[in-house]
């Protein structure tokens, strides 16, 4: 079992950054991906981006490429995710999440994801 405690949302300005934290116990995390999704008013739940925690492999969706960053820090057993010139589009509750991981993949599919925490919400404004 791993609990996840997502920290860090809030209301921020178009082009302003925001940085969410995802502190993860009950267990260690190798051999695992941890992925940032989120969902928007009205749209389906929207893989952002992953990390695997043994080797740091990345993986973004498209749209964030280049504004998101993904990392972890070990010694505090936490997932970070930076987000810099946000846009109003990245408006969404944002929830991290664990995944087994095998050969480094991270997948984008929310199924493959067994726990989940309870969400932080981010708000662009135009």
């Known amino acids: 079992q791993v609990q996840l405690v997502e920290s860090g949302g809030g209301l921020v300005q178009a082009g302003g950054s925001l940085r969410l934290s995802c502190a993860a116990s009950g267990r260690p995390l190798s051999g695992f991906a941890i992925g940032w999704f989120r969902r928007a008013p009205g749209k389906e739940r929207e893989f952002v981006a992953g990390?695997?925690?043994?080797?740091?492999?990345?993986r973004y969706v498209d749209s964030v490429k280049g504004r998101f960053t993904i990392s972890r820090d070990n010694a505090k057993n936490t997932v970070l995710l930076q987000m810099n010139a946000l846009k109003p589009e990245d408006t969404a509750v944002y929830y991290c999440?664990?995944?087994?991981?095998?050969?480094?993949?991270?997948?984008?599919?929310?199924?493959?994801?067994?726990?989940w925490g309870q969400g932080t919400q981010v708000t662009v404004s135009s």
């Open positions: 990390i695997t925690w043994t080797t740091g492999n990345t």
């Open positions: 999440a664990v995944a087994a991981t095998y050969y480094g993949l991270i997948s984008t599919t929310h199924d493959a994801y067994i726990f």
